[in-house]
């Protein structure tokens, strides 16, 4: 995501990666991780 000020971020919040050819809510295969994160992360430009 990107503030105001256009600096990129990642936000704090819940996340669900997954990886493989189905999309989440489909009956295709994929596994998937779930993390948190606190705070704000500021990425480079």
């Given at each position: 995501m990107v503030?105001?000020?256009g600096n990129p971020?990642?936000?704090q919040g819940d996340y669900t990666i997954?990886?493989?050819?189905?999309l989440p809510g489909t009956a295709?295969?994929?596994?998937?991780g779930h993390f948190h994160?606190?705070?704000?992360?500021a990425l480079p430009e």
């Open positions: 503030t105001e000020d971020i990642i936000a997954s990886i493989g050819d189905g295709a295969p994929a596994p998937a994160l606190d705070g704000l992360y």
